[in-house]
């Protein structure tokens, strides 16, 4: 702030910054910095507990023989730092540590347990992006009508509906009144792709729902917003017909701030995965992580919720650059 | 934007309203606790006692909902204040100086959904209602900065700061005396909308086991325990969803309808 | 000459307010018309519905004919095939008015798609002759380039190259050398003016720059509150002002009062 106003031009900053590409380093380098903060919270969190991690995770009844191999498992005779060290080193080469309730490795259970969690949360988005972008441009094309007044009112509420509750009222009506879809429980792949998608497809709609409704509502004001601006008016004195201008011009546009929004809603349908499959008891991810936080799995929870991270990050960079790729500008808008 | 800014105002209010009001009288008369557990009453049919009936543990089942959205609305709001108040101060800070590090530590709210906060704490913790206001509050956090400081630097350009400083005005004096009161509009707006977040972070929580434990009931855990008689009673479940989304549509449209009102407010200052 | 645009008895009102009332003028092939008036005369509202792009909330009565074809009945289809090839329009804002996500030589391949059957190829090579044309080659531009690394300036040659594609017969200009220096206001009107010899282009010239005017317009339309006050050829309306607010006008800018900036210089750096 207290800079001379000549180090400062906007315009000047962007364009050098575009010229020699050092966004495309600086932002996975400041979420590398960011994923190290948040693995020292979560480090934190599990290990200066009050008190005896082993001892919580055993109960107040344990025998000294077992807290002693239970401490050993765990590493709790290192100094905090080399466990710290340990840990991230172990992470790194894949090796999630032990669960101690199921005895077997944490990769293993995760592994597992991502079956039904990576095809929920996927076909979720398509679902929430696939429709919402849609009736968002269909708002913003009729902005003002009817359609655009109740298509925002649907909207609203939809926004509005906490997706487990949703979830609950649709096993009602699908599967205990209409025996549409099974109501819970996930077959696996092994029985094939249809069962295991007709398990799937009641959490990803009861997912999709919320989401499509706040991806609706982003795409109708990001679409209005691009309308609005003087390359349109360029393009329609170029010749482009209304509809042409909508299409060619202002939604590739509109677009790009959605992408956007995506990234930003992932730890949203995080959130919202690990609530559904507890819901339609998904054998997912979600459920693995309630068991072992209720049955205080330390190095399950401390290794999944690292885990869950990771991958929003790395997802949140993808999309970052996607958005950067689509961009020229590199990010020079709000 | 529309022809009536105050439409979403009145709705949202009249929404909220209906849940809270009542919600309010009801703890205020009889607590925040659950009502007592009546085995001689279960499954009660709707009646002047019980308007709603009663639950499979013969409670009555509109107090039982309306004190668990009371308490609800409780987390939810000192939460928000919480987060309001955190946010505020560090996006200022953000704003006054090229803070990477304040900006840095917003975006880890990025990756850390409540859930998986909520996760930690319980498990080095235990489940405790101050555990889940902190979730809530660091879930809303980074919003909460990144608002703050664009509204900041949106007003820190303006010529009269530029005044002010050469009047030899410190910082603090100028966020206090010109940015705070011109930005307070906007924050208002954005706790509002904060708010119906807030509850529906609260009841996903709650729900899960991770939110405040029994015995004071909320939303979430209202739903968690009815779930398993959906088939012979779906009312049981349609009502505490139904509360759950009124406030949340109640709270969304307040907000949008603040911010109309906020832009209608800004267009009449700038014609 | 045969007028190639006339416009007569043109009206347009916008929620049962008059902009613009009763305007008739003409204006011959080759020939630049410069129209001027303080802001809020009607200029820009002149301009859109000479290009049937006014917004939905303003109607138009009168009559505006181009090479002998009545533009104020003409159907929205219609107004899209000779958009961009018989009238083109380039537009004041050098910085918005390019869409920031394209690359410029698509932007001007548009006007090729929109209204001819060229290959792909052939747009190409046309693209490249008409950056050529509007001296964006010898600075270093190419067709790759996008309009956030290119000046004020040459974003403008774009938007003029993406209007003079299809060699229009008539170019509207709104205020668009405003926001440049006058070294390059001077170039990019010296394109336009060769244009107009060369291919026997008519201008119209939006410009409150009564010294632009004076130097490049043929004839000049003096507008204010909506109404044309004066018009003529350029040396007689600067020569001998009729009316009393010509006459203001032109001492204002002999004077020079109306060209002081009167932006603020910056004390305080904002945050980008």
């Known amino acids: 702030m207290d800079k001379p106003a000549h180090r400062r031009l906007p315009g000047r900053r962007r364009f050098l910054g575009t010229m020699t590409g050092m966004d495309i380093f600086r932002i996975p380098v400041e979420r590398l910095l960011l994923l190290i903060v948040a693995s020292l919270v979560i480090f934190a969190a599990m290990n200066l507990l009050p008190g005896d991690p082993a001892a919580v995770m055993l109960g107040l009844d344990a025998s000294p023989e077992s807290l002693t191999a239970l401490h050993h498992q765990l590493g709790l005779e290192l100094s905090l730092p080399s466990r710290y060290a340990h840990w991230i080193n172990a992470f790194l080469h894949g090796d999630l540590g032990r669960s101690y309730i199921y005895d077997v490795p944490v990769s293993r259970l995760i592994g597992e347990r991502l079956q039904s969690s990576l095809p929920l949360i996927l076909l979720a988005m398509l679902l929430s992006l696939g429709t919402g972008i849609p009736l968002g441009t269909m708002a913003a094309a009729n902005r003002g009508t009817a359609l655009d007044n109740g298509l925002m009112g649907v909207i609203q509420l939809f926004k509005s509906i906490p997706d487990f509750w949703l979830a609950m009222m649709m096993t009602f009506l699908f599967s205990l009144t209409l025996h549409w879809l099974p109501s819970s429980g996930f077959p696996g792949w092994g029985e094939g792709i249809a069962p295991a998608l007709r398990a799937l497809t009641l959490p990803a709609i009861a997912l999709a729902i919320p989401q499509a409704a706040i991806t609706a509502r982003f795409m109708r004001s990001s679409l209005i917003e691009t309308l609005s601006q003087d390359f349109i008016r360029t393009a329609r004195a170029q010749g482009y017909s209304r509809g042409g201008v909508l299409w060619r011009i202002a939604l590739p546009n509109a677009l790009i701030p959605v992408l956007t929004l995506a990234g930003i809603q992932l730890p949203v349908l995080v959130t919202g995965t690990i609530i559904v499959e507890s819901v339609f008891s998904l054998p997912g991810c979600g459920k693995l992580l309630l068991e072992a936080v209720n049955q205080r799995d330390i190095p399950v929870v401390q290794n999944l919720v690292m885990l869950i991270v990771t991958a929003v990050m790395i997802l949140n960079v993808l999309m970052t650059a996607l958005v950067r790729w689509l961009d020229p500008r590199l990010g020079t808008e709000s | ?271 | 000459m045969m007028p190639l645009l006339h416009v007569h008895a043109l009206s347009v009102q916008s929620l049962a307010r008059p902009i613009l009332h009763n305007l008739s003028f003409a204006l011959e092939p080759g020939k630049i018309l410069a129209v001027t008036g303080e802001s809020g005369s009607g200029k820009s509202t002149l301009a859109l519905s000479l290009m049937g792009l006014l917004p939905p909330d303003f109607q138009a009565q009168g009559s505006i004919r181009l090479e002998n074809m009545e533009l104020s009945t003409l159907s929205e289809p219609d107004w899209c095939k000779i958009r961009g090839k018989r009238l083109a329009m380039v537009f004041q804002e050098p910085m918005t008015a390019l869409n920031p996500t394209r690359r410029i030589g698509a932007q001007i391949g548009d006007t090729f798609r929109l209204h001819t059957t060229l290959s792909h190829r052939e747009i190409g090579a046309q693209t490249r002759i008409l950056l050529e044309q509007v001296g964006l080659s010898k600075a270093g531009v190419n067709e790759r380039a996008y309009p956030h690394q290119l000046s004020g300036g040459q974003r403008q040659r774009v938007l003029l190259a993406m209007a003079l594609a299809c060699q229009p017969a008539l170019l509207i200009a709104d205020e668009f050398t405003t926001a440049l220096d006058a070294r390059t206001q001077a170039a990019i009107m010296a394109l336009v003016t060769r244009r107009c010899e060369t291919h026997g282009m008519a201008v119209l010239m939006i410009s409150h720059d009564l010294g632009l005017v004076r130097r490049h317009a043929d004839h000049v339309l003096v507008m204010k509150d909506g109404t044309c006050v004066e018009q003529g050829p350029t040396a007689s309306v600067f020569g001998a002002p009729r009316h009393p607010y010509t006459q203001a006008l032109l001492a204002m800018s002999l004077h020079g009062t109306a060209r002081i900036p009167l932006t603020p210089l910056p004390v305080f750096t904002a945050p980008s």
């Not at chain 2, 405040?212 to 209202?222: E, H, K, Y």
């Open chain 2, 1 to 271: 934007m529309t022809t009536h800014p105050n439409r979403a105002l009145r709705a949202g209010g009249i929404l909220l309203g209906i849940v809270l009001l009542p919600a309010t009288l009801i703890a205020l008369l009889n607590g925040d606790q659950a009502p007592p557990i009546d085995v001689m009453h279960r499954y009660a049919p709707v009646s002047l006692l019980h308007p709603l009936g009663t639950d499979p543990f013969g409670r009555d089942i509109m107090v039982h909902v309306l004190t668990g959205a009371f308490n609800s609305v409780t987390i939810a709001v000192i939460s928000v204040c919480l987060a309001t108040i955190v946010g505020t101060v560090l996006g200022l800070i953000a704003a006054a100086r090229p803070a990477r590090s304040i900006m840095g530590l917003a975006d880890l709210g990025l990756a850390f959904p409540p859930v998986l906060i909520a996760a930690l704490l319980v498990t080095a913790l235990g489940a405790s209602a101050t555990g889940e206001i902190l979730a809530i509050a660091l879930f809303g956090l980074p919003a909460q900065i990144r608002i703050t400081r664009q509204a900041a630097r949106s007003i820190l350009i303006q010529d009269y700061i530029a005044a002010s400083r050469l009047a030899g005005r410190g910082p603090v004096y100028i966020m206090r005396r010109h940015v705070l009161p011109n930005i307070l509009p906007l924050l208002t707006v954005q706790a509002t909308s904060s708010l119906a977040l807030a509850i529906l972070s609260d009841a996903g929580l709650s729900y899960l086991g991770l939110g405040a434990p029994p015995p004071r009931p909320n939303l979430g855990r209202a739903l968690a325990s009815y779930q398993i008689h959906i088939f012979d009673h779906p009312l049981l479940v349609a009502i505490p969803g139904l509360t759950i989304m009124l406030l949340v549509l109640g709270f969304n449209m307040l907000g949008d309808g603040l911010r109309d009102a906020l832009d209608a407010a800004h267009e009449e200052q700038t014609p």
